[in-house]
Structure formats: structure tokens, C-alpha cells
């Protein structure tokens, strides 16, 4: 039969022990919110990223074909004004 004091030491121990794991199971839980943090984080700047390469991408399109339409589209010069002397 065990005395009172290894009755205490016992409870003690059993004392400890539960801390313990109550100390690891709130560890592990903050974790495993850091954890799912950084993959948000990680998953918003992959996407943050993707549209802005597609907006870099669309400007340069738009850049390009407003230079092919500007190239297309400018009026060519009159003969007669470089011929005569016209100043514009």
C-alpha cells in the first residue's frame, strides 16, 4: 500500500504530466495556425503574382499594337509641300 508521501510524489508527477501535455497540445495548436498562415500568405502572393505578370503581359500588348496602329495609320506626306517649300 503506498504511504502518504509517495501518494504525494505521485500526484505530483501526475500534476506535472498534465501540463505537460496540456503545454504540447496548445504548442502543437499554434503551430498548426502558423503553419496554415504562411500557406495563405504563400498562396495570396502566388496568385497576387500570377495577375500581375498577366496585367505586365496585357500592357505590353497593348503598347505594341497601339505602336503597329500608329505605324499603320499615320498619314503619309504630301509631295507637294517638300517640292514647294511649304512650311507647316
Known amino acids: 500500500m503506498p504511504t502518504l508521501r509517495t501518494k504525494e510524489a505521485l500526484d505530483r508527477a501526475d500534476a506535472r504530466f498534465r501540463k505537460q501535455e496540456q503545454v ?6 499554434v503551430w498548426a495556425e502558423y503553419v496554415a498562415s504562411y500557406h495563405a500568405i504563400d498562396t ?4 497576387l503574382k500570377t495577375m500581375r505578370l498577366a496585367r505586365v503581359a496585357a500592357d505590353e500588348a ?3 499594337s497601339s505602336q503597329v496602329i500608329a505605324l499603320h495609320c499615320r498619314k503619309p506626306r504630301s509631295s ?3 517640292r514647294a517649300g511649304v512650311v507647316r
Not at 504540447?24 to 495548436?29: L, V
Not at 495570396?44 to 496568385?47: C, G, L
Open 80 to 82: 507637294m509641300s517638300r
Open 44 to 47: 495570396k502572393t502566388a496568385r
Open 62 to 64: 497593348s503598347v505594341a
Open 24 to 29: 504540447t497540445r496548445e504548442r502543437d495548436a
